[in-house]
């Protein structure tokens, strides 16, 4: 008698809005790794509706690229994934090539606390580091002190509900809690 073996569905995300709504994406199981809840991110994008299009994004600790590819579905001129771990980088590059989406995308093998040499400013930026880490104070310490964003830049970003930060580089425009999350947009200012 054999054994028939289940395999596990592979952790999948699902487009919310624009071009790609409704796909599917997967992800591979990495430690820290939770995308944004999908009304999470509805929220966000009903948000950032008038700065979308045409717009250069930046998904710093990208996980599974939820929110850029948000953002290139729903119009965004380029995106550049910032990943550490390689086996997450890699079903980004695949997703990219999945939704054709390689030549408005660039997916980097890096530390988001290192700071990130580019051509070209960015208009808005997504933050959802490991949560209760001083990531996103050192990724936002070397941001707003760099040349990577345009002149009132939006940045995401999200949080455990009761992580304090602080920055008085920027204006929070919006904040909300869903759960145990703090989201929230902010402004360069």
């Known amino acids: 008698m054999s054994k028939s073996r289940t395999r596990q569905p592979a952790n999948q995300i699902r487009m919310i809005g624009g071009q790609w709504r409704g796909r599917k994406l997967s992800f591979p199981d990495a430690e820290g790794l939770r995308p944004t809840a999908d009304r999470v991110r509805e929220t966000v994008f009903n948000w950032l509706a008038d700065h979308v299009s ?20 729903r119009g965004a001129r380029h995106c550049c ?17 999945l939704l054709n989406a390689t030549s408005q995308s660039e997916v980097v093998l890096a530390d988001a606390n290192i ?28 941001l707003i002190n760099s040349a ?26 919006k904040e909300k809690y869903a759960g145990e999350v703090c989201f929230r947009l902010t402004e360069l200012k």
């Open 54 to 73: 045409g717009s250069r994004c930046l998904d710093m600790f990208a996980g599974s690229g939820a929110l850029g590819f948000e953002a290139l579905s």
């Open 81 to 97: 994934f910032v990943e550490k771990n390689p086996a997450v980088f890699r079903q980004i590059q695949a997703n990219c090539e």
């Open 115 to 142: 700071p990130l040499h580019t051509s070209e400013p960015f208009d808005i930026v997504f933050l959802d580091p490991p949560f209760k880490s001083a990531s996103l104070q050192r990724c936002l310490n070397w």
């Open 148 to 173: 990577t964003l345009t002149p009132g830049a939006l940045i995401y970003i999200e949080t455990a509900k009761d992580e304090p930060w602080r920055n008085d580089s920027l204006n929070i425009l």
